[in-house]
Nanobody
Protein backbone atom coordinates (compact mmCIF):
# COMPACT_ATOMS: atom_id res chain seq x y z
CA UNK A 1 0.00 0.00 0.00
CA UNK A 2 1.45 3.32 -1.10
CA UNK A 3 1.47 5.81 1.72
CA UNK A 4 3.05 9.11 2.77
CA UNK A 5 2.76 10.07 6.41
CA UNK A 6 3.70 13.48 7.74
CA UNK A 7 4.60 14.13 11.36
CA UNK A 8 6.25 16.79 13.48
CA UNK A 9 3.64 19.51 13.37
CA UNK A 10 2.44 21.30 16.45
CA UNK A 11 1.96 24.59 18.24
CA UNK A 12 4.97 26.87 18.48
CA UNK A 13 5.58 30.50 19.35
CA UNK A 14 6.64 33.04 16.77
CA UNK A 15 10.36 32.68 16.13
CA UNK A 16 10.35 29.02 17.05
CA UNK A 17 11.25 25.94 15.03
CA UNK A 18 9.77 22.63 14.01
CA UNK A 19 10.98 19.74 11.90
CA UNK A 20 8.43 18.01 9.74
CA UNK A 21 8.98 14.48 8.52
CA UNK A 22 7.45 12.72 5.55
CA UNK A 23 7.82 8.95 5.68
CA UNK A 24 7.01 6.79 2.68
CA UNK A 25 5.88 3.19 2.56
CA UNK A 26 4.92 0.92 -0.30
CA UNK A 27 7.27 2.61 -2.78
CA UNK A 28 10.84 3.83 -3.06
CA UNK A 29 10.85 7.50 -2.17
CA UNK A 30 14.36 7.86 -3.60
CA UNK A 31 12.82 7.60 -7.08
CA UNK A 32 10.72 10.71 -6.51
CA UNK A 33 11.09 14.41 -6.00
CA UNK A 34 9.22 15.44 -2.88
CA UNK A 35 7.33 18.63 -2.42
CA UNK A 36 5.86 20.33 0.61
CA UNK A 37 2.63 22.27 0.32
CA UNK A 38 0.56 24.15 2.84
CA UNK A 39 -3.00 25.29 3.10
CA UNK A 40 -4.78 27.42 5.63
CA UNK A 41 -8.60 27.36 5.66
CA UNK A 42 -9.98 29.92 3.26
CA UNK A 43 -6.72 30.25 1.38
CA UNK A 44 -5.27 28.68 -1.73
CA UNK A 45 -2.89 25.78 -1.35
CA UNK A 46 0.67 26.93 -1.97
CA UNK A 47 3.82 25.07 -2.85
CA UNK A 48 6.42 25.62 -0.14
CA UNK A 49 9.41 23.64 -1.37
CA UNK A 50 10.57 20.81 -3.55
CA UNK A 51 13.64 18.60 -3.29
CA UNK A 52 14.92 16.45 -6.14
CA UNK A 53 15.15 12.69 -5.80
CA UNK A 54 18.88 12.83 -5.04
CA UNK A 55 18.53 15.81 -2.73
CA UNK A 56 20.93 17.76 -4.86
CA UNK A 57 18.60 20.60 -5.65
CA UNK A 58 15.84 22.38 -3.81
CA UNK A 59 13.55 25.28 -4.41
CA UNK A 60 11.43 27.34 -2.04
CA UNK A 61 8.53 29.72 -1.88
CA UNK A 62 9.98 33.23 -1.67
CA UNK A 63 8.40 33.93 1.71
CA UNK A 64 10.16 30.93 3.33
CA UNK A 65 13.59 31.24 1.73
CA UNK A 66 16.29 31.37 4.38
CA UNK A 67 13.90 30.04 7.03
CA UNK A 68 12.85 26.61 5.74
CA UNK A 69 15.19 23.84 4.65
CA UNK A 70 14.24 20.63 2.87
CA UNK A 71 16.42 17.54 3.17
CA UNK A 72 16.08 13.82 2.71
CA UNK A 73 17.44 10.52 3.91
CA UNK A 74 16.75 8.05 1.13
CA UNK A 75 18.05 5.17 3.21
CA UNK A 76 15.18 5.87 5.62
CA UNK A 77 12.66 6.60 2.86
CA UNK A 78 12.03 9.93 4.56
CA UNK A 79 12.08 13.60 3.66
CA UNK A 80 12.27 16.47 6.13
CA UNK A 81 11.33 20.11 6.21
CA UNK A 82 13.05 22.18 8.87
CA UNK A 83 10.97 25.22 9.75
CA UNK A 84 12.82 28.01 11.54
CA UNK A 85 12.06 31.61 12.50
CA UNK A 86 8.40 30.73 12.25
CA UNK A 87 5.82 33.46 11.81
CA UNK A 88 2.07 33.42 12.47
CA UNK A 89 1.48 33.55 8.71
CA UNK A 90 3.18 30.13 8.43
CA UNK A 91 0.20 28.60 10.21
CA UNK A 92 -1.34 25.95 7.95
CA UNK A 93 -1.73 22.25 7.34
CA UNK A 94 1.48 21.05 5.71
CA UNK A 95 1.39 18.24 3.18
CA UNK A 96 4.15 16.29 1.52
CA UNK A 97 3.78 14.81 -1.93
CA UNK A 98 5.88 12.69 -4.30
CA UNK A 99 6.44 13.36 -7.98
CA UNK A 100 8.28 11.71 -10.85
CA UNK A 101 9.11 15.17 -12.21
CA UNK A 102 12.65 16.36 -11.60
CA UNK A 103 11.59 19.45 -9.62
CA UNK A 104 7.83 19.61 -9.62
CA UNK A 105 6.24 23.00 -9.10
CA UNK A 106 2.53 22.34 -9.42
CA UNK A 107 0.20 20.11 -7.45
CA UNK A 108 -0.97 18.30 -10.59
CA UNK A 109 2.58 17.06 -11.11
CA UNK A 110 2.46 14.98 -7.93
CA UNK A 111 1.35 11.38 -7.74
CA UNK A 112 1.11 10.63 -4.03
CA UNK A 113 0.01 12.83 -1.14
CA UNK A 114 0.13 12.58 2.62
CA UNK A 115 -2.73 13.44 4.95
CA UNK A 116 -1.11 16.56 6.36
CA UNK A 117 0.19 17.81 9.69
CA UNK A 118 -0.98 20.99 11.40
CA UNK A 119 1.50 23.76 12.15
CA UNK A 120 0.23 26.58 14.32
CA UNK A 121 2.41 29.58 15.13
CA UNK A 122 1.25 31.88 17.90
CA UNK A 123 2.23 35.54 18.05
Amino acid sequence: QVQLVESGGGLVQSGGSLRLSCAASGFILADYAVGWFRQDPGKEREAVSCITSSGGRTNYLDSVKGRFTASRDNAKNTVYLQLSSLKPEDTAVYYCAASTYYLAARGVEYDYWGQGTQVTVSS
